[in-house]
């Protein structure tokens, strides 16, 4: 039983930064691999970024990567996604995401948080 609710979500312009927070409730928060997706209008929820228990691993989807970055506190059960150099195809609501097990076991997000909109004007 994992709930997950996600915040800092809003209205930026192109090429600003927002910093998205998840706050987790589990009893052993340290052991999830947890994880980002996002969903615009009409498409399919897709996959943004993850991290490992330690935080040791991060991996991000290619139309992040070098603008995006995970992290993990793990004394405060939250995770956090920083975005920069945000584009108008960023516009999404974003989901926090947690599976159990290790980064080996190659498993699914089982649970997600309700999301937060983010929304990039040009």
């Known amino acids: 039983q994992v709930q997950l609710v996600e915040s800092g979500g809003g209205l930026v312009q192109a090429g600003g930064s927002l910093r998205l927070s998840c706050a987790a409730s589990a009893r052993t928060f340290s052991r999830y691999v947890m994880g980002w997706l996002r969903q615009a209008p009409g498409t399919e929820r897709e996959f943004v970024a993850a991290?490992?228990?330690?935080?040791?691993?991060?991996r991000y989807a290619d139309s992040v990567k070098g603008r995006f970055t995970i992290s993990r506190d793990n004394a405060k059960n939250t995770v956090y996604l920083q975005m920069n150099s945000l584009k108008p195809q960023d516009t999404a609501v974003y989901y926090c995401a947690a599976r159990s097990g290790s980064w080996y076991a190659r498993g699914d997000f089982a649970s997600w948080g309700q999301g937060t909109q983010v929304t990039v004007s040009s």
């Open positions: 991290i490992s228990w330690s935080g040791g691993i991060t």
